[in-house]
């Protein structure tokens, strides 16, 4: 049930960030979009890459917080590829992405030694007790 609320959540965003299909009156004419050629666009898109490259100066709060945003992200990747791997029955990695998992290891599997998987004695049937 929880997984078909979030897959409903995720459509209905996905649904809101795409384009409505269709002209509409605000939007490029045939006009202007034939005007659009490769060098115009690539200004376009270096005056886009300069200007989010001026963002943390002009927003440094935003910054810290996506930035321990992130982190807090890689870390939890890290822990959930690690327990994966643990789980799927791989070594854990080492490194910077181990260090989380730690926390959630598991047993060991196949700690049976071989006098723990001899069967227990059991007296013949036709023996008699004494």
């Known amino acids: 049930m929880m997984f078909l609320l979030r897959a ?3 459509i209905c965003v996905t649904l809101m960030i795409l384009p409505v ?3 509409s009156a605000d939007g490029p004419t045939a006009s202007d979009k034939a ?3 490769a060098l115009s666009a690539l200004a ?3 005056a886009t890459v300069s200007d989010v490259k001026g963002f943390c100066e002009r927003q440094p709060g935003a910054c810290d917080v996506g930035s321990q945003a992130l982190k807090l992200m890689g ?3 890290g822990a959930g590829a690690a327990m994966l791997q643990d789980y799927l029955g ?3 990695p ?3 992405a181990a260090t989380p998992a730690a926390k959630l290891t598991t047993p060991a ?3 049976l030694t071989p006098a723990d998987r001899k069967p227990a004695w059991r007296q013949p049937a036709g023996a008699r007790a004494a």
């Open 94 to 96: 080492t490194g910077a």
């Open 75 to 77: 870390e939890r990747v």
């Open 90 to 92: 791989g070594e854990a």
């Open 109 to 111: 599997r196949d700690t």
């Open 44 to 46: 376009a898109a270096g």
């Open 35 to 37: 005007s659009i050629d």
């Open 8 to 10: 409903a959540f995720w």
């Open 21 to 23: 299909a269709g002209p």
